[in-house]
């Protein structure tokens, strides 16, 4: 059998995915990836790849003046110095819990700043918080809940006006202010479709009036929708206008008000998620950015997973605790499909986990996780905190290339001095039923339903066992594709989940010595795992080098290569081209002679 190569050359490296034989011992699911650092076309690094959480946890605290929706003091800390505060960095701000504190000024002042005290580190940090508002005051609501609507629009508006004037027009600080946080959810806002949208009405106008008094602009969004197409009503991906972000759009059109982002929630084990295919034949961002040109707003408004992370519908998941290294393989492969997708932004739910609070609430969805019977803190980071360090790492400019693969992925970049590829190697646990997922929608109404019945009729399961064969199904041509190539992706799954995949890097054009360090997060640890270079030599200069890696089912590496000693890229660069065409030259001048 004839070996057969993948190339992609874009903006910058040239890769190589390579398969079948060709390469000695090398197997089918080997990887090869060629580097070349004369490669100069590059693009400033997607925001999308910054880190960025939203910073909530626990949701109780002993001290109770500290925000009880926002992680340990001793979390948030850590995060700033191994991490940092330069991405989006989302807050909780719960209106109810201030006003617990209205009878004591003293202690609401207490605690009003130490939310200041977190925007303040992200803003000099060079980050952006969002801060999201939420939560009804005691006496506030039409009923007696901490969800319920505001039974009066003018106070709700005049609070809102008073803390944004506060923060960004007094004190300067750079903030995007979200209104509410899934208000298609009962647990989170009781109210109808209306009732959110005359309330994020009263924040915005709150904006515009400050916005007009300042002269600045303030970011406002929303509806922060707990999927991209939810509404207070049931709806599903079929009829998307239905749901509350195309509302908004239009809402905020009719009555001329500012809506500088959008946001939604997308919890799955699928990487590719946001890829997903709407009944117009578009991605979830495209179709949105139509929306927007529509009603005569910038389609390049910017687009924000605002909560997302690893969920397979379970709020106590194995994949975020002993084999917690599955869902940290999962973050950067969901990055790399969100840049391609078209968002702009993103916030991983959450810094730390939920457990022993007044609402009864565990859910184990936190980078961090904590001992919550000791009086002082007791926490450990998760695998994915390693991956966030990682990210960090990450360089200036980016090349906007990749694998060829549906299982490993890699994020290249570059400084002047330095050179940072993350690498990942993650098998969807769920591939087959989210591969469908995210195409059942380009189906028809009829095989829509076909393939739902298929699959509620537990036929799937059979199918992808070999014990059913679909030909005489009674199902269309294009719902028997999908399924055929969900069956594919499903047998490639099991393969890979069981052993690693060999990945040989060519470096190209490496003039100089070069440090080589390679970091590594992959089973079996899954909390408190070192964060030490596995690999740290000197490679030295060569018409070619190589190195193997093995990369195991749900692990992450960074390779980090800088010149050796100290001089730039681009500079080790640049001269040896320089060189190269003076010895052309001179070869050239001698064969005329």
């Not at 040239?14 to 076309?41: H, V």
């Not at 059979?462 to 199904?473: E, N």
């Amino acid at each position: 059998m004839k070996k057969k190569i993948y190339s992609i050359v874009a903006a910058g490296f040239l890769f190589i995915f390579a398969a079948g034989t060709g390469f000695a011992q090398e197997r089918e699911n080997d990887l090869k990836l060629e580097i070349d650092l004369l490669a100069n076309n590059l693009t400033p690094l997607p925001g999308v790849f910054r880190p960025s959480a939203d910073l909530s946890g626990r949701g109780f605290h002993r001290d109770s003046v500290w925000p009880q929706s926002v992680s340990a003091p001793e979390v948030l800390a850590a995060w700033q110095k191994d991490v940092g505060f330069g991405g989006f960095l989302r807050i909780q701000y719960n209106l109810w819990g201030v006003y617990q504190f209205a009878k004591d000024k003293v202690v609401q002042a207490d605690h009003l700043a130490h939310y200041e005290s977190i925007i303040k580190n992200v803003n000099d940090s060079g980050g952006t918080a969002i801060l999201d508002i939420f939560g009804t005051p005691a006496g506030f609501g039409r009923i007696l809940d901490k969800v319920s609507m505001p039974k009066d629009l003018r106070v709700f508006k005049r609070v809102v006006k008073g803390l944004i004037r506060d923060l960004s027009c007094v004190k300067k600080y750079n903030i995007w202010y979200e209104v509410w946080s899934a208000p298609d959810i009962d647990d989170f806002f009781l109210g109808n479709a209306q009732d959110y949208f005359n309330l994020y009405r009263a924040a915005a106008e709150a904006v515009k009036e400050l916005e007009a008094e300042y002269k600045i602009n303030i970011p406002i969004g929303g509806p922060s929708v707990s999927a991209w197409f939810r509404g207070v009503d049931d709806n599903t991906i079929a009829t998307p206008e239905r749901g509350l972000i195309y509302g908004l759009i239009r809402f905020c059109k009719d009555y001329k008000l500012p809506l500088d982002f959008i946001s939604w929630h997308s919890y799955t084990s699928d990487p590719q998620a946001d890829l997903e295919n709407t009944v117009y034949k578009k991605n979830v961002p495209t179709l949105i950015r139509d929306w927007l040109s529509y009603f005569h707003f910038d389609r390049n408004l910017p687009l924000l997973v605002d909560e997302w992370g690893f969920d397979r519908n379970d709020n106590r998941s194995a994949e975020r605790d002993g084999s917690s290294y599955i869902a940290a393989s999962f973050i950067p492969a969901r990055l790399r499909y969100m840049r391609e997708s078209g968002i702009d932004g993103q916030a991983y739910f959450s810094l730390e986990d939920f457990k022993h609070n007044k609402e009864g609430v565990f859910r184990n969805t936190g980078i961090f996780t904590y001992d919550s019977e000791r009086s002082a803190y007791k926490g450990k980071p998760k695998a994915a905190y390693n991956v966030f360090r990682m990210l960090g790492m990450l360089k200036s400019d980016f090349f906007a290339a990749g694998l060829n693969d549906d299982f490993s992925g890699v994020i290249a970049t570059r400084s002047k001095e330095e050179i940072a590829i993350l690498i990942y190697n993650y098998v969807d646990p769920d591939i087959a039923m989210n591969y469908i997922s995210r195409n059942i929608a380009s189906l028809g109404s009829g095989e829509r339903s076909a393939v739902a019945n298929f699959v509620r009729s537990h036929k799937l399961n059979k199918f992808l066992s070999g014990q059913l064969d679909i030909a005489r199904s009674g199902l269309g041509q294009r719902p028997k594709a999908i399924l055929k190539k969900a069956k594919e992706l499903d047998a490639q799954a099991a393969k890979l989940k069981e052993s690693p995949r060999t990945l040989r890097i060519a470096f190209k054009n490496l003039k100089g010595d070069f440090f080589y360090q390679r970091y590594s997060m992959e089973p079996p640890c899954a909390y408190d795992c070192d964060f030490l270079a596995a690999d740290d030599k000197v490679i030295l200069e060569a018409p070619a080098h190589e190195e193997i890696l093995q990369l195991k089912p749900y692990s992450v590496n960074l390779i980090i290569l800088k010149a050796k000693p100290g001089e730039p890229v681009e500079k080790v660069v640049a001269v040896d081209v320089a060189l190269e065409q003076a010895k052309q030259n001179s070869a050239d001048a001698e064969e005329k002679r």
